[in-house]
């Protein structure tokens, strides 16, 4: 029955004379499209941080705002999708995300980047979910979330390591700023196959954007925001030594405080009280903390391994990324696999994807000396991103399942203020100011052997600093193993509630529920 939904199924939003099997692979081009743009790119930070006089601080946090962006958008998906049309919708998402390509690079100050950042990863979703909401009766035919959920993050979180690989490349052999010409050129490629090939097409009168709590979005966006601020620059600025920091601090307590407020005393906040209310809401913004904090490990620890003691070339670095993907591709057919098929138990996956991510840490442990071949590091790389995507996959539909249609969305953006907000910036500055502390102690070990009224060769001092960098990074990645031990026992004794899986809806039943708000 569910192949023969999949038959008839026909995307509406294409004029007439496109060919139907042409339809689905329009759509995965500009999927794909905005998976590749947005207003910063990972592998050119080193080469922005030069080029605009900004710190390498001030560049993961315009990173960091493009991701609160995306995340800020989930509560508003529907009331956007019911009130313009598909081609409208895109069409806005391309032209924007090409105009924040092409101004960023002119800006030098780093509020406005920050604004513009946010933006461009608000717009950058609006054109993600517009090709994802439409795909869905394709790519799951019986309106699975386990099979649809494995598509999207193997998507969204697997496809960029293929976009880095192509950045790195564009970046060694031209510049950082051709990247966003990549982008915008793209972007305006999808402009006219949007506009060329697709009519305004609506299955249902369109709901106006009344009753939209902006300011409640603006509120929580301060909130997030100032508590990223703080932690990003705690190490850089001296912590609440700062009054920028504790300024920071205090604008996040007061805007949360008022929104609490505004939740209980307004009729339609944006983020309703019942959200927080769900049941074991508060394990999965811990799990993902701790996801967080452990993917912190490759972010800093490897990063710096790799770089300072390997002291491999961008080009070099950049063909891990091919294992990085092909965990996630796997992590995305196994969540599928077990979930849909084996029908296993959420917390079941959820323990063998944080499992995978220890494996990774402690097969690292054993590899961290100055004589490790890049090809040691595959197989750590593909347990990762392997255990990231399960994890994903296996907290996200927990949560859709036990989890009314009405909240899930404010739910999803709740978990994004961890899994795509605080939890990277806690985690790098832990290990920033942990190896920090380790190579001062290490080096003070050495004091007999690094002894500047000496005559030392450059040779022997680098020798030094390599061993101390060893030693401080393999001690980490030794309290990391103790660390994800931990959270292993906790998810083992943890409780997840019971649930009854549930369905995607229609987009008729979503319309219905959306026009009654």
Request: with cysteine; aromatic share 14%; proline share 4%.
């Amino acid at each position: 029955m569910s192949t023969n939904n999949a038959v008839a199924f026909r995307f509406d939003s294409f004029k007439e004379w496109v060919p139907d099997k042409l339809r689905f692979w329009i759509y995965i081009f500009i999927l794909l499209v905005f998976q590749l743009t947005g207003s910063i790119y990972f592998p050119s930070m080193p080469n922005m941080v030069g080029s605009l006089s900004i710190s390498m601080n001030d560049a993961k946090m315009i990173s960091h705002a493009m991701l609160i962006g995306i995340t800020f958008y989930f509560p508003l998906a529907f009331r956007l999708k019911f009130r313009f049309t598909n081609r409208t919708n895109l069409l806005i998402a391309a032209l924007g995300v090409a105009v924040c390509n092409l101004v960023i690079p002119q800006i030098e100050s780093t509020p406005l980047l920050i604004i513009l950042s946010f933006v461009c990863g608000f717009l950058r979703l609006l054109g993600t979910f517009e090709c994802l909401s439409t795909l869905l009766p394709k790519i799951a035919p019986t309106h699975n979330y386990s099979v649809f959920l494995s598509f999207v993050f193997v998507t969204v979180l697997g496809v960029i390591h293929l976009f880095d690989i192509l950045c790195v490349n564009i970046i060694y052999y031209y510049d950082w700023h051709h990247m966003h010409y990549l982008a915008i050129g793209l972007l305006l490629i999808t402009v006219l196959i949007v506009f060329v090939l697709m009519r305004p097409f609506r299955f249902a009168p369109k709901i106006p954007l009344y009753g939209i709590d902006w300011l409640g979005m603006l509120l929580w966006s301060i909130f997030i925001l100032s508590l990223i601020f703080a932690v990003q620059y705690g190490e850089q600025m001296d912590w609440l030594h700062s009054p920028f920091i504790r300024a920071a601090i205090g604008i996040s307590t007061l805007s949360l405080a008022i929104n609490i407020g505004r939740m209980i005393y307004i009729r339609h906040p944006f983020l309703e009280i019942n959200a927080f209310r769900k049941r074991n809401l508060v394990n999965l913004l811990i799990l993902f903390l701790f996801l967080g904090i452990l993917l912190s490990v490759k972010n800093v620890l490897q990063n710096r391994f790799i770089g300072a003691v390997l002291q491999f070339d961008p080009l070099n670095t950049a063909t891990l990324k091919w294992f990085e993907f092909a965990g996630a591709l796997l992590g995305g057919i196994f969540s599928w696999y077990t979930l849909s098929r084996l029908n296993w138990s959420h917390k079941f996956l959820a323990f063998i994807g944080m499992l995978s991510v220890v494996i990774y840490i402690a097969i690292s442990y054993f590899l961290i000396t100055p004589h490790t071949n890049i090809e040691k590091l595959f197989l750590p790389l593909i347990f990762l991103e392997f255990g990231h995507i399960v994890v994903f996959v296996s907290l996200t539909v927990y949560a859709q399942a036990t989890t009314p249609f009405r909240y899930y969305f404010q739910v999803i953006c709740i978990l994004g203020f961890i899994r795509t907000g605080i939890a990277s910036p806690i985690g790098d500055a832990i290990y920033n100011r942990a190896l920090t502390g380790l190579m001062t102690k290490h080096f003070a070990a050495t004091d007999s052997a690094f002894n500047p009224s000496l005559m030392m060769s450059s040779t022997d001092i680098g020798s030094i600093i390599t061993t101390v960098q060893v030693s401080a990074i393999k001690e980490l990645y030794g309290w990391s193993v103790i660390l994800g031990a931990l959270i292993l026992i906790a998810i083992a004794l943890s409780r997840f509630k019971p649930h009854v899986s549930r369905r995607i809806p229609s987009l008729e039943q979503l319309y219905k529920v959306v026009s009654r708000k």
